[in-house]
């Protein structure tokens, strides 16, 4: 994760969003923006802090933020059946596609 951590740093269409809680940080998120289109990823929150709305909170900022941008759409990715993909349909994103990657695992004999 730190090689994706400084690449994302690097990159000048992608944006870092932090939440804090009496000043202490609580959750994150990022944004890549490309041609009209924002994706949000790198979503998390501390255990400790889950339910207290830091990721709605988040999720507004960086719509707004996009928006803000001259985005007109927005997509992010999400583990099927997630509190991610949970999170994400009930402030109005769906479904597009629903994709699994698979690997084969060591054989035993």
Known sequence: MTVI????????????????????????????ICDGV???AGASTIPPARGLGAQLALLDSRLRYAAERGCGLAMMGARP???????AERNGFRIAYTRIKWRQGKRTS
């Not at 951590?5 to 890549?32: D, V």
């Not at 059946?81 to 999170?87: I, V």
């Open 81 to 87: 059946g997630s509190a991610s993909q949970r999170n």
């Open 38 to 40: 924002a994706l949000l």
């Open 5 to 32: 951590g400084r690449i994302h740093a690097a990159t000048p269409s992608a944006f870092a969003f932090l939440a804090e809680l009496e000043g202490r940080p609580i959750a994150t998120g990022a944004m890549n």
